[in-house]
């Protein structure tokens, strides 16, 4: 494997597939051990990008290292966190809703504020190709949530 600051400063990488590959690789990091929290400032960061591949890098490495939150620092950021799940690109919140339930696990004192912002998502401002897609994954999000 890579060095973590090698494949954390990837994700910025202008090559989206190298960018994903370092993605994927802090994900399956996380599930491991605690050490890509050490990292939560950069991500937290990203999640204010104009770029939305890298706000959603964010939101998903944020959502990886919730479990290893015991300091709660993912707290200050809870707002933009789940501004992200009605994004404004499409792919952006499909790829936010679905990493969410990890996030909603980890942070189960979230779960009202959860609701509230997937029930404030304006499905009908998506393009009309992208709306089912996403309704349904509001509906499986909402599922994950026991809801």
Not at 5 to 34: M, V, W
Not at 110 to 136: F, V
Request: charged residues 20%; contains cysteine; glycine residues 2%.
């Amino acid at each position: 494997m890579k060095e973590l600051p090698e494949l954390i400063a990837g994700l910025s990488a202008a090559d989206h597939n190298y960018a994903f590959f370092c993605l994927q690789t802090l994900e399956e990091e996380s599930r491991k051990s605690a050490q890509i929290y050490n990292f939560l400032d950069v991500f937290t960061a990203m999640l204010w990008s104009e770029n939305s591949y890298l706000r959603t890098r964010g939101f998903r490495l944020i959502a990886a290292s919730a479990k290893w939150d015991s300091a709660n620092k993912i707290e200050a950021v809870q707002a933009r966190c789940l501004a992200c799940l009605g994004d404004v690109k499409p792919t952006a919140a499909r790829q936010c809703l679905k990493a969410l339930p990890a996030l909603a696990a980890a942070k189960p004192l979230w779960k009202s504020d959860i609701i509230t912002a997937l029930a404030d998502i304006t499905i009908s401002s998506y393009p009309p190709s992208m709306q089912p897609l996403l309704a349904k994954d509001v509906r499986e999000a909402l599922d994950a949530l026991g809801q």
